[in-house]
């Protein structure tokens, strides 16, 4: 099954996990804007976690031209911040991550009665100075053992503008798929996840 | 992770896919560092990313003609300064270097960038694997900072030439709009008026004397200030020297000067002194046109001059063909109008002709005597249309001049062109007439000359001659003898009516003399001065004499200007 992501000529597979870099927030949303606008159109439940701005002005975004309201009320879509999922508690824990996903999305599939869930981060939360963000790769390596648990797809957001390059060496290592300047390319040598946490240990 | 060596778990390929990932991740930092036009996000993106391509670590990034960029090493100058000299004996090319502390140490240098190297170093050597990965990664970051300095340099260059062109197009929007001043003729207002919307400033003309000519814009000043003569030609004298726009006050001010001639200043109001490029150039445009249409009225000014003065001679010539018609048609004069010949004569408190012509022409103007005049030899000739009070006439010129001397000779009345070279002659002989009888400053007519005038109106010269001979042929013989001056004491006295008293003042001499000179007369001639005939005949006799010296003198060239007034011989 291939998934639109809202840009003209771009789709993705089922489970794909992709990293997609953009710079500055003008850039975030000619990505994530389109991606929301095309899950909502297609009937997928769309969840969100923003970092850069509050979920409001995602929404608001996305009142241009959509029923928004009615979408959230309905659990279609769901736009949270950072502080209440990847940074709850003050910190990042892989585990309750990968947890928080696994039943949003179980329970989206079970009770709200969508067929496929496309979730998308804001990952600018991962240079804030608390407890875990280290985490953040081997985290996304972890995601990789996640996403072939259902019919899901998940973006991760990734300004260039703020992370190193050691880091962004470090997310294409563990990401199938890149999306960057409006083309998604395949990464046939990532590292799985037991690949590249050995290689951190 | 970047093993050299494969790590326990580590699968067998996972070494070649990390280095095939890495160099994957070096594409897209390609792409990324490429596109991106800020050299401090290349750098930090490149500098940032060496951690990840093995054990090195960044020293220092160096570009050559920006100095140190990245440090996290060597802060110190001295082992700064060794570095730099280890970098320049490179010879652009890269290669090893010593660095305290790092068992190995390398300069890669920056693609594109000749002089220009990533030092890094490290604990141990790092696989030649790494190496290479370290020495793309150095590539890609030259390319890329040589990329942004391109693109940074057409940015610049592109803004400037925007601003080039702007500049451009404001001042075709400028030339255009002053052109269209002067093609449609809108004069000084039509050229404030457009400077004003030009610039938003309020803008003044004014005159070489600082009198307003126009004005565009609010905040006019009622009455509208004028510096006195002096302040006013030192600010001319500076604004010429330094030739282009410049501040007085609270003005910017540029000057009028068609062919060097300073005809005019105009003046845009900047109490703030805000005014830009853009709106001097404006003003210099302003005061190119603004040169043109004063020169141009300058020269309308000096033909219509030119014609009238032309016209004038013509007349005074006797000339009356169609041409003169159709020339004074063409100043939009009229001809048909009876006319008179006034000779002003004289001069103010200075020997300047033009000032005693100026003062001519004003009085002329405000009592309405005519336009149409020329000057001549310290005289002023008027073309009268309109009769008036010559005596008026005459004190409107001594006040124009303010003080000096001025008389008046008025012809007679000229009915068609051809009429006025004898009114012409008659304003002549009127003040030579008075020459001739001594007369004081005033204005004084062909008409009313009385006798005399009956006299000039004989065509037999001749005869009047004989009349005067046989009364007072003996008297002109011995002044002639003995350079006496008893036909100008008969006369005087007869003309003041036998007054002894007011006789010898007007000759300047003792009533004694007076009486001898009378009795000398009457000794020579046996004339009986106290009989009214012989008075009458005798009367008649000496004006006609007089006459007789005027036109005499019409006979023979002018005299010479400023001769002023000739010594009375009566």
Redesign the interface.
Known sequence: MMVDLGIPGLKAAQGDHICAFYRGLRDRDRVLIPYLRAGLAAGDKCLCVVDATDPESVLAELRCDLDVDRRVAAHQLDVLASQHTYLDGGAFRTDRMIEFWDEAVSSALCEDGVSFVRAVGEMTWALRDVPGVDELVGYESRLNRFLPLYPQVILCLYDLERFSGELILDILKTHPKILVRGTVTENPYYLEPEEFLATRR | ???AAP?P???PD?VL??Q???L??LL??A??MT?CDDEG?IT??????????GTARLRALYIEGSGWQALDGPRAEPALSQLEAQLHSLDGVGGPVRIPGDAWAWAFALGGRTGSFLVVGAAVEPSTENRFLLQVLAQETGVALANARLHAQERATAKRLEETLGALQRSMDIHKRLTQVAVRCEGQEGLAQAIHELTGYPVAIEDRYGNLRAWAGPDRTEPYPKDPAPKREQLLRRLIREARPSRDGNRLVALARPRGDLLGVIALVDPGGDCGEHERVALEHGATILAMELARLRSLSEAELRLRRDLVESLLDGTDDETVQSRAQGLGYDLGRSHRVVIAEGRGRTRDDDVFFQAVRRASLDLSVGTLMVARKGAVLVLASQEVPWEEFRQAVLRELGGGRCRLGVGGLCERPADFARSHREAELTLRMEDACSRADRASSFDDLGVYRLFCELPDLGAVERFVRERLGGLLDYDRRKHSDLVRTLTLFLEHGGNYIATAEALFVHPSTLKYRLQRIRDLTGYDLNNPDTRFSLQLSTRAWQMVRARREEEVPPPAPGAGRRAPTC
């Open positions: 992770m970047t093993a790590t778990g580590y699968p996972a896919r990390d095939l990932s890495n994957r991740g897209l930092f792409v990324l596109e996000q930090h993106l490149a500098t940032s990313s060496i951690p990840s391509l």
